[in-house]
């Protein structure tokens, strides 16, 4: 499922990530590419270790703890947490697919199942730099505004393609999933945005809805891997 979800972060809430960003240190994005893509990576990245990083790391994962529509898309059992890159002077991340297992820095091992980018520039501050996804229906083209986010199964094929002129600062992170399955996932999003719509419609306490919501319970009970 490819799902952009707007306004993760407001306007305000940008720009102050964007001022504390300013004043970071960048380095090489290759220290922590895997052998492979290391070959087509061009960027710069936050230093993971810097304390402005981590403050913003754990701020943008509180948030999408909490987001419904997050949370209802992605189910996380566990995280990779964000981390903060730069694309300028032609800078790109030719096609890859992102490693399977991961090491957090807390040393936790994770699954790669779903991959999120959070753009904190806006496309008309730079030329190129679109986020390419290779979908069962073909390549997909991103470049949201700044504060949205799009989630993407992790087993795709996706590329940044060259940013030309100007800056491309994004965050981007990992979830293990409680449902490892790409298509059991999407099956229990389209039932839960379903359930909260009919919830507001008829109330909570109503029969069709309950019926509903245990479907949607149920088959998490079955299909979650813990």
């Known amino acids: 499922m490819l799902l952009p979800i707007a306004e993760v972060l407001t306007q305000k809430e ?7 960003i300013d004043n970071a240190p960048w380095q090489d994005g290759k220290l ?3 052998s492979q893509a290391s070959f087509v990576k061009s960027n710069q990245q936050l230093d993971d270790s810097n304390e402005i990083t981590q403050s913003l790391s754990n701020t943008l994962l509180h948030r999408l703890q909490t987001h419904s ?13 964000p981390k903060f890159n730069r694309y300028q002077n032609n800078g790109s991340y030719g096609l890859h697919v992102d490693s399977s297992i991961m090491t957090t820095p807390s040393q ?10 959070l753009f904190l520039t806006d496309p008309d501050e730079y030329e190129g730099g679109e986020l390419m996804i290779e979908t069962q229906y073909g390549a997909q083209e991103v470049k949201l505004n700044a504060g949205d986010l799009i989630v993407y199964p992790s087993t795709s094929l996706h590329e940044v393609k060259p940013v030309t002129k100007g800056s491309r600062i994004s965050a981007f992170l990992w979830v293990q999933s409680l449902v490892k399955n790409s298509q059991q996932r999407e099956i229990l999003f389209e039932l839960d945005q379903s359930i909260q719509v009919l919830t507001m419609d008829r109330g909570a306490d109503d029969a069709e809805v309950r019926r509903l919501s245990g479907v949607y319970h149920n088959s998490i009970r079955q299909w979650s891997e813990c």
């Open 32 to 34: 922590s590419a895997g």
């Open 108 to 117: 936790e091992t994770i699954r790669t199942d779903i991959s999120a980018t």
């Open 69 to 81: 529509t997050f949370v209802s898309a992605t189910l996380p059992f566990k995280f990779y947490p």
């Open 14 to 20: 940008v720009k102050q990530f964007r001022a504390h």
